[in-house]
């Protein structure tokens, strides 16, 4: 053989190996991979629920699904996973009320300061008002897989405070992610301070804030009532979890993965619901253990911290969030309430 036909018969063997591989490559199914921001911590409850969601969905899609957790706010704040998911950096997001309510602005109702009194309360409005939630946050390009209540809110201080006269004595930190929350509680009198959490432990240590409303898991485990030795029992409000995909990749997840998937969460979800009031109250009695003080408040406060807030909304319905939703929730409300 000459070496002409050698070339042709390398060339040839070259030509089928590429065809081979490329049939190969063709018939390969696609890897969905998916990064989701978190602020929860790796090690929290949320934490270890989502990194569970990782593993059931890389094991159900036989590794076609394939998710990497970006946990305790490695991604930035709500804000920055919202900005990240948009331009397509993140492809999901665990988000608090706070990214929940820039997203779609009806859901801050649930965020009404003392709207609710008891958790059957909250559930109560929120399995009337979910889908119309889901509707408009799917309008907006995401796919809600998870809604969990994460716990309740409480104010925090360095010095006690039972009604809203005290609270303003202090230098309240808040989020900085939503300006038309911090108009409102500037145009109610008190003195706020928009910080992010990474930033908060050295505004309490520094003076640069002196109070804020956060829920008890986060006040024990991030140690920050050690700095804040005073809970105002009180509920302020619910706080929500929300696990959100961009539209765009839950699009190209093969569809016979999708109910799967959502089994797989809704199982995580009710598991996490559970263990939440558990943990609360291990991470309260923890912390008085430790030298909290949860004040006694007398049998009106309620009611004056709910004539306060109600000013306060006056400045926000219509405004930061649509009226007809405020209406729903309250109309619920007074309907279980008869």
């Known amino acids: 053989m000459n070496m002409t036909n050698r070339a042709w018969n390398l060339l ?6 590429l065809a081979a591989a490329g ?10 991979r998916i990064k989701i921001g978190s602020q929860a911590p790796d090690r929290s409850p949320w934490g270890k629920a989502l990194n569970e969601v990782a593993a059931e969905w890389s094991k159900l899609s036989g590794g076609r699904v394939l998710v990497e957790i970006y946990a305790g706010a490695i991604a930035g704040n709500e804000l920055d996973q919202i900005r990240k ?4 950096t993140l492809q999901g997001a665990v988000f608090s009320n706070v990214g929940l309510n820039i997203i779609e602005r009806s859901v801050f109702v649930l965020s009404t300061p003392f709207l609710f009194t ?3 309360e909250f559930e109560c409005v929120f399995d009337k008002m ?5 509707r408009q946050i799917e309008d907006k390009g995401y796919k809600v897989l998870l809604w969990t209540l994460a716990g309740w809110t409480h104010f925090f201080a360095r010095d006690k405070v039972i009604i809203p006269e005290d609270l303003k004595k202090h230098k309240v930190a808040i989020s900085g992610s939503d300006p038309e929350m911090e108009q409102a509680w500037k145009e109610m009198g008190f003195h706020v301070v ?3 959490v990474k930033d908060l432990m050295v505004g309490l240590q520094t003076g640069m804030v002196t109070a804020t409303y956060m829920p008890t898991l986060i006040a024990g485990s991030g140690q920050y009532f050690a700095v804040m030795r005073h809970m105002l029992p009180l509920k302020l409000a619910p706080l929500i979890g929300g696990l959100l995909l961009s539209e765009r990749v839950w699009d190209s997840i093969p569809e016979t993965f999708r109910g799967p998937m959502i089994e797989a969460v809704d199982r995580l979800s009710r598991r996490l619901y559970e263990e939440t009031g558990r943990l609360e109250e291990d991470a309260l009695k923890a912390m008085v253990d430790n030298g909290l003080i949860i004040d006694d408040v007398p ?5 004056r911290w709910r004539e306060f807030a109600a000013r306060g909304m006056g400045a926000l319905v219509g405004r930061a969030f649509p009226r007809e939703k405020y209406d729903q929730a309250v109309a619920h409300l007074a309907e279980l309430r008869k």
């Open 23 to 32: 049939v190969a490559a063709a018939g390969q199914p696609d890897t969905v």
């Open 85 to 88: 998911l948009r331009i397509g």
């Open 299 to 303: 049998a009106d406060a309620l009611d």
């Open 12 to 17: 040839a063997v070259l030509l089928f190996g």
């Open 118 to 120: 008891a958790q059957e």
């Open 130 to 134: 979910k889908p119309g939630f889901e």
């Open 194 to 196: 928009p910080m992010d």
